[in-house]
């Protein structure tokens, strides 16, 4: 068990171009989320996948968003189109059951210039 | 989405103090998770509580979750310089998946 990994740790990126982070659970773990914190304040759900099947997405995640998990592992979140307001850390996390506490990964701090 | 009210918002303790945070919210929920994020790296749980009243301790943390289940407190006795980071509580409600954090309590420790 690595625990959850995140890929990359850190991202610079020009506003307009597109940004892809990937996600590896832990591997027992059905279920995977995401989550966007910005600086100052907890982190706020994205959205969440049971298996392959993506079941819920917060307002948060614009026409912009697609997270994708095609085989029930790993799973990708893609930004189209980024815009200065998408700088955040954008977190991963795994668990097996819905209640109680997720593992988180170590995120992905995107700076959009 | 819930909001969760976490406070203080930061404090400076001297080391071997005793520190105390809480959490209330607007909606009752049926677990209360505290984590603990540093710099650069995502939150790490440290203690989950299930059921009303129940008091949880890990180490120097101990936990509890309000007996109306809108409130839960956290306590870190003797504090230590590796207790400096970010606390964050979060509520799940039932039946639900999804994490409503607070904005986190700043902790730094006076040597």
């Known amino acids: 068990d690595t625990g959850v990994s995140q890929d990359p740790r850190h991202k610079i990126t020009k506003r307009g171009q597109n940004v892809t982070f990937r996600c590896d659970p832990i591997s027992e773990h059905n279920r995977l989320y995401w989550y966007r914190q910005t600086l100052g304040q907890g982190p706020e759900f994205l959205t969440y996948f049971q298996n392959e099947a993506q079941l819920e997405k917060s307002r948060l995640l614009s026409d912009r968003f697609s997270a994708e998990r095609p085989k029930g592992s790993f799973s990708t979140l893609e930004i189209q189109r980024t815009e200065q307001g998408d700088s955040a850390m954008y977190l991963c996390?795994?668990?097996?059951?819905?209640?109680?506490?997720?593992?988180f990964g170590s995120g992905t701090r995107l700076t959009v210039v | 989405g819930q909001q969760l009210n976490q406070s203080p918002q930061s404090m400076f303790i001297q080391e071997g103090e005793d520190v105390s945070m809480n959490c209330t919210s607007s909606?009752?929920?049926?677990?209360w998770l505290w984590y603990k994020q540093e710099p650069g790296e995502g939150p790490v749980l440290l203690i989950a509580?299930?059921?009303?009243?129940e008091l949880t301790s890990n180490g120097r943390l101990t936990a509890q979750f309000g007996i109306t289940r809108k409130d839960s407190f956290l306590n870190i006795s003797a504090s230590i310089p590796s207790d400096v980071g970010i606390y964050f509580c979060a509520g799940q409600s039932r039946n639900d998946y999804k994490l409503s954090f607070g904005a986190g309590t700043t902790v730094t420790v006076r040597a």
């Open positions: 509580l299930y059921k009303a009243g």
């Open positions: 909606s009752i929920f049926n677990t």
């Open positions: 996390a795994s668990s097996l059951g819905g209640r109680g506490g997720y593992t």
